[in-house]
């Protein structure tokens, strides 16, 4: 029988200057985890996918002498490594991966198929895949955290990957928490420096939009309150399941994801899974339920049910276990803790449904909407719903007078060399399709990749990206040659790893 009284908190505790959290009157599993402050938010555009790459570097030493229940998890806030087991396999597995990342050294056979399996396990596809935190906050921020593309693992080397656990594993921007007593034996030396400064990621999207998106399906975010989004998340969820696949028949499931973005706030998402001739008419449904229950106000039976879930994971172990890893990272940015489970309970026991629904309202002016981008809207349908449509391309329809000299042009061969030019002149991409003109500002390009078949590919600062294939076109060598004069030799990298 699992013992009827919730698990209690100990902070205060240090080990060898790293502080420690356990859990009293927990049962097993019993878990250990090194957390480290450093995630995909803290990495510069050009740094993307260097912390999850460096996570799996490090298991790359270890090898086959850690434990066997040992995992890593790259998030983006902080670098976790966590060991399941027996108190001594739990202080063998922390200590062995402590001395990994307290004198880093990689192999630098290892990158090029580590970076392989990173490839794998995101599915394949290119080097960009925003997601909704990069729809709002771009890239080199908390933006990075759903951009799956990863580029920078194309041309990160052994060298770059240790500097980045050596800049961030320190003491102090290091927490160990464990699902019971500290284990004895337990030996992680880690080496004190000061850690750079974080910045704070400021949306970019400011009015309600609807995104076209690379990803199938469709899915809603929100900007929240940080404390009210857990039992938001929870109430929401069954209010848009009553709505979409109770009422509607259009999706199985809302899969929920809450980010902390600090000072109090946070970004809700809800992840929708209609099929693909369902993505229109889910993206007008969702976006009117949402406002139905922002107005309307959120269900009591929402509340009861979340209310009734709560009550029952008091006892749960791998909800405290969510909880200890929500308030380690929380501690490392220096934000508030979540409330603890108990006291969850307690504010959803006393929140009303109107001030829950309020709460709603509030965050509909940060509404964004994301679709299937290969799937037809009705015309006019953004209008209708209030919405700026985005289409999250880095070109724009051309504005200004095409200009008299050009740097260099390029067409295809073959039969649409009449209608299809690309053009480069001083800073500005052009790219004309039939009579329409489009315009590329080279100047806000964060990243300008070279592909060994002579492409480029282009992505600016919100992760908005684009390939130039100039193969079998007129021009084309000498078009490639003006667009890298025309851009910072330091934003270019060599992506040919990616590519072979
Ligand atoms: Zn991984």
Not at 299 to 309: C, D, H, I, K, Y
């Given at each position: 029988m699992?013992?009827?009284?919730p ?80 108190p ?11 001395a ?86 337990l ?43 857990p ?11 009553r ?16 980010t ?8 809700l ?19 009117l ?41 929380a ?6 803790r ?5 006291d ?138 003006a667009?890298?004069?025309?851009t ?8 040919s790893?990616?590519?072979?």
């Amino acid at each position: 029988m699992a013992d009827p009284s919730p698990p209690r908190v100990v902070d205060g505790a240090t080990h060898n200057g790293i502080p420690t959290t356990t859990l009293e009157g927990a049962y097993p599993p019993y878990v250990g985890t090194l957390s480290i402050g450093v995630g995909t938010a803290d990495e510069a555009p050009l740094q993307m996918g260097i912390t999850h790459l460096a996570e799996h570097l490090v298991f790359r030493v270890l090898d086959e002498t850690i434990p066997p229940r040992a995992e890593g998890i790259t998030s983006a806030h902080t670098l976790e490594f966590s060991v399941t087991g027996t108190p001594a396999e739990v202080a063998a597995g922390l200590n062995q991966i402590g001395a990994v990342l307290a004198a880093p050294h990689f192999d630098p056979n290892n990158v090029d198929r580590e970076r392989r399996v990173v490839r794998a396990e995101r599915g394949g596809g290119g080097v960009f895949g925003a997601g909704l935190l990069t729809y709002r906050y771009g890239v080199g921020g908390v933006g990075n955290a759903h951009h799956t593309g990863e580029p920078a693992t194309s041309y990160l080397t052994a060298p770059d990957a240790q500097q980045w656990i050596s800049t961030w594993a320190t003491r102090s921007n290091a927490r160990l928490h464990f699902a019971g007593p500290v284990p004895a034996g337990l030996n992680v030396q880690l080496p004190e420096r000061p850690v750079p400064a974080r910045s704070v990621s400021v949306p970019l999207v400011t009015r309600p939009s609807l995104v076209e998106s690379g990803k199938g399906g469709v899915a809603l975010s929100l900007l929240v309150d940080a404390g009210l989004a857990p039992i938001l998340r929870d109430v929401v969820v069954h209010d848009l399941l009553r709505a979409l696949r109770h009422d509607c028949g259009l999706i199985y499931s809302v899969i929920p994801e809450i980010t902390g973005i600090g000072e109090g706030r946070a970004q809700l998402d809800f992840v929708l899974d209609p099929v693909e001739d369902d993505v229109a008419r889910t993206v007008e449904e969702a976006t009117l339920a949402l406002r139905r229950i922002a107005r309307d106000g959120v269900s009591a039976m929402g509340l009861a049910r979340t209310q009734t879930g709560w009550r029952n994971d008091l006892d749960n172990p791998y909800a405290w276990g969510r909880y200890l890893d929500a308030a380690t990272e929380a501690d490392l940015q220096g934000f508030p803790r979540p409330p603890e489970p108990p006291d969850l309970l307690r504010i959803i026991e006393t929140i009303t449904p109107h001030e829950l629904t309020k709460t709603l309202a509030d965050a509909l002016g940060s509404l964004l909407v994301a679709y299937d981008e290969t799937e037809e809207l009705r015309d006019g349908l953004a209008d209708e719903l209030g919405l700026v449509l985005d289409d999250f391309s880095p070109w724009r329809p051309a504005t200004s007078r095409r200009p008299r000299r050009w740097t260099a042009r390029a067409r295809p061969t073959g039969r649409y060399r009449r209608r299809v030019m690309l053009g480069v002149a001083d800073t500005v991409l052009w790219r004309r399709l039939r009579d329409d003109w489009e315009t590329l500002d080279l100047t806000t390009l964060a990243l300008v990749g070279l592909c060994p078949d002579g492409a480029l590919e282009l992505m600016d600062g919100r992760g908005r990206a684009c390939v130039l294939d100039l193969d079998d076109w007129n021009g084309g060598e000498r078009f490639r040659e003006a667009v890298l004069a025309a851009t910072p030799h330091t934003i270019q990298r060599d992506m040919s790893l990616f590519h072979d």
